[in-house]
């Protein structure tokens, strides 16, 4: 995730923090609705209605690619949708006057602590992404370097990876930055 752009990193993480804010909002009227009988929108009790959801574009239309394949991100997409699944049976069954299964009703809010779990997750990993950058190069930092090297060192230890650290030392290298500014050093 640090080979992301600074930038853009940033950028996801209040995405993400506005995102989960939304659907925040969203479970707190389904709950209401369950237990204390006020109004809901019509469309939420629909089986495509996780689509529609603001958290939900969020996800596969703005999240950034970058993500994608963080296994943080997989498990939010799952718990999302069953966790609409489960929302639209419950508020069915209001619609339509039937009983709310206690043992349903346990799983949504199950369903809520894994989702919350799996974006916290994420949240944490771009926050510490963002942390180990050098914030006015965009390059990882000496602790972000480290960790990277022990995880290389025992890839290479375990025969999984061959690798090699190449250090360069370049003279003047201040003067330069001091010259032309940090972008172009």
Known sequence: MRKINPVRLAEALEQLTQAVHEHTDWQESVLEAIVHGTPFEANEATDGAHRGCRFNRW?????PAELW?????????????RLHRLADRLLHKLATDAPI???????????SVRLHGALDALRHGVAEALRSLDAATGVVDRAGMLTD????RDLAARGVQKCSIVLVDLDRFKAINDAHGRTVG
């Open 59 to 63: 996800y596969f239309d703005r999240a």
């Open 69 to 81: 394949g963080t296994p943080a991100y997989a498990a939010i997409g799952v718990e999302h949708w």
């Open 101 to 111: 299964d206690v043992e349903e009703f346990d799983e949504l809010i199950a369903g």
């Open 149 to 152: 090297l022990r995880a290389w």
